[in-house]
């Protein structure tokens, strides 16, 4: 079955960094479309950066603009989140999310299109 693990969370100070990884199996990895979502307590799970298949594609949220990179290794099965100049705001659990690539046009900020989630990773950061 498809399984997608996050790792890489923890405690930071803001304007400290840190780099979340996804690793994913039980599915052809370079087929899918990959994305990282947050959700902090009380609000809406929410969009943060998606990468296309072939990682020549990258979209993300404006509120990471800048700070935060997507990445992504298919030899690897492994999606990356760099995550620079952190701020308390960013605190949430951080989720990594997969949609077949023939769904979607490059990539999608929607987290009904995703097919498959992982468990979730916390991040927060401290003021």
């Known amino acids: 079955q498809v399984q997608l693990v996050e790792s890489g969370g923890g405690l930071v100070q803001a304007g400290g960094s840190l780099n979340l990884s996804c690793a994913a199996s039980g599915l052809t990895f370079s087929s899918y479309v990959m994305g990282w979502f947050r959700q902090a307590p009380g609000k809406e799970r929410e969009f943060v950066a998606a990468?296309?298949?072939?990682?020549?594609?990258?979209y993300y949220t404006d509120s990471v603009k800048g700070r935060f990179t997507i990445s992504r290794d298919n030899a690897k099965n492994t999606v990356y989140l760099q995550m620079n100049s952190l701020k308390p705001e960013d605190t949430a659990v951080y989720y990594c999310?997969?949609?077949?690539?023939?769904?979607?046009?490059?990539?999608?900020?929607?987290?009904?299109?995703?097919?498959?989630w992982g468990q979730g990773t916390q991040v927060t950061v401290s003021s």
């Open positions: 990468i296309s298949w072939n990682g020549g594609n990258t």
């Open positions: 999310a997969a949609v077949l690539r023939s769904k979607v046009v490059l990539t999608t900020t929607q987290k009904t299109h995703y097919d498959f």
